[in-house]
């Protein structure tokens, strides 16, 4: 198993190449954490290349992604091979690791909605300021609950307690 690493602005991008097995996991967990241990709050995980992943390279997964969760980062799993992407499916992760499948030059995920600015716009309701955005033709929205539900009965919320969340839309 081969694993390299990249920074692009804000986020660190990791190729995983060969075979995932437990002996590779524990080789990817010390990548993966010298990575964050050096500031990586973002990893988009780029498995296109990787042709086996045993139950250990699914645990390293879901570790990162609880331990990136817990720092307010994100962690990406990106361009899968056809076994790798229905192992993941098979453990229930897809949703939970974002798959995905980013175009090689443009760095962005060919899969995304493209968002256009017709009939979006902002709105304000109180001290909250909301933006909106038409989705493509066909594109679909998964909306999930982040964070305590309780804060949004307590006012004054400050502005450690919200945070600006991009979403994307898989077609």
């Known amino acids: 198993m081969e694993v390299s690493t990249r920074r692009d602005g804000g986020q660190t991008h990791v190729t995983v190449t060969g075979r995932l097995d437990a002996h590779g996991a524990d080789r990817l967990a010390v990548k993966l954490e010298a990575a964050v241990t050096h500031g990586a709050?973002?990893?988009l995980l780029d498995l296109s290349e990787l042709e086996f992943i045993s139950s250990?390279?699914?645990r390293i997964l879901l570790r990162f992604y609880k331990q990136l969760k817990g720092l307010h980062g994100s962690f990406v799993v990106a361009d899968c091979s056809a076994p790798v992407k229905m192992v993941i499916a098979l453990a229930g992760?897809?949703?939970l690791l974002g798959l995905e499948s980013v175009s090689s030059?443009?760095?962005a995920p060919a899969t995304r909605a493209s968002l256009s600015t017709p009939g979006g716009g902002t709105v304000e309701l109180g001290a909250a300021v909301y933006e909106k955005f038409e989705l493509d033709l066909g594109a679909t929205l998964a909306c999930q609950l982040v964070?305590?539900?309780s804060l949004a009965h307590q006012a004054p919320l400050s502005e450690a307690d919200c945070r600006t969340m991009q979403l994307y839309c898989p077609t």
Do not use: I, K, T, V
Request: net charge negative; charged share 25%; proline share 0%.
């Open 56 to 58: 250990a390279g699914l």
């Open 41 to 43: 709050r973002h990893l």
């Open 93 to 95: 992760f897809e949703q």
């Open 105 to 107: 030059d443009a760095g």
């Open 147 to 149: 964070g305590e539900n």
